[in-house]
């Protein structure tokens, strides 16, 4: 069996549950997520070269580890079930 042939037999016995239709959400909402996270660790180095403080570099670890948190959380959900 070609792996056209494959894909086809797999399509037509799809069946549509609600959890895909749930994860497929949650996966597009955690793009946007994942982008809110980017701009925030962005702004937050644009914050730092800008204004010198002793707070530069634990609120430039919370950035990253919000962001670091947010790709997990995706990957969670991606690899879920």
Known sequence: MTPFEKLIVYLTNFN?????????ILLIGMLFYIAFGV??????????KTLNGAFNP????????????????????????
């Open 58 to 81: 634990p609120i430039k670890l919370l950035a990253w580890i919000h962001l670091g948190l947010i790709v997990g959380l995706f990957l969670i959900i991606l690899l879920a079930g």
């Open 16 to 24: 549509f549950s609600f959890f895909w239709f749930l994860k497929l």
């Open 39 to 48: 701009i925030v660790a962005r702004q937050v180095n644009l914050m730092a």
